[in-house]
């Protein structure tokens, strides 16, 4: 079957700038969660999606938010692009609680603000 | 301070060894995910593990929960194994996954 799918791959975009990224989850799979890695900080969790409705949150700004479709793809959203925003974007999706049920990732969008 | 804690932070050895990577974690984490990251970014999720041990071929991970530690385990370590390995604690009562720091395996022929 089909595994996690993040588009774009890659995407430059300018400081002040927004950006939208996607991810469709393995069909079936109701949850999805991002997650922003850079080399100072390593992964962090950003935020996590069941059946439409955002469940969980990490500690990130308010430019940082998202959105989950009834077909389970999310969109991420970026506002206010800052250089620190260069990252690598990951999302996961999961049949339900990923802590219990496990985790596939997609192989990321990496964005560079400039 | 991190929940979750990895060592070595980069680790070479040479083809066939047996390799050890340790991770540590704080109360409050109720399963350890293993995770592989090849050059590129994309991530593979090993095992996830919230007691006792797993394996899947030449890879092993371990669980002490009273201890609050697990290991990944490599037998017979081929170039193909380097990549970033990354330990995740996750909580049953929520998804914020929180990630050790990873350890970067090179695998010399």
């Known amino acids: 079957k089909a595994g996690v799918t993040q588009t774009p791959r890659y995407l430059i975009k300018t400081r002040g700038q927004q950006v939208t990224l996607s991810c469709s989850p393995i069909s079936g799979h109701r949850s999805v969660s991002w997650y922003q890695q850079t080399p100072g900080q390593g992964l962090q969790f950003l935020f996590e999606?069941?059946?439409?409705?955002?469940?969980n949150k990490g500690n990130f700004p308010g430019r940082f938010s998202g959105r989950q479709f009834s077909n389970s793809r999310s969109e991420m959203n970026v506002s206010t692009l800052e250089l620190g925003d260069s990252a690598l974007y990951l999302c996961?999706?999961?049949?339900?609680?990923?802590?219990?049920?496990?985790?596939?990732f997609g192989s990321g969008t990496r964005l560079t603000v400039v | 301070k991190n929940e979750v804690e990895q060592s070595p932070q980069n680790l070479t050895a040479q083809e066939g060894e047996f390799i050890t990577i340790n991770c540590s974690y704080s109360v409050g984490i109720s399963a350890l995910h293993w995770l592989q990251q090849h050059p590129g970014g994309g991530i593979v999720s090993l095992f996830m593990?919230?007691?006792g041990k797993k394996k899947h071929g030449r890879l092993i991970a371990t669980i002490n929960i009273q201890e609050k530690h697990s290991s990944l385990h490599i037998t017979a370590s081929h170039p193909r194994d380097s990549a970033v390995y990354i330990c995740a604690g996750a909580n049953f009562g929520n998804e914020k996954l929180t990630f050790g720091t990873g350890t970067r395996l090179t695998i010399i022929p």
């Open positions: 996961a999706s999961s049949l339900d609680r990923g802590a219990e049920y496990g985790y596939t």
């Open positions: 999606y069941f059946s439409e409705t955002q469940r």
């Open positions: 593990l919230s007691s």
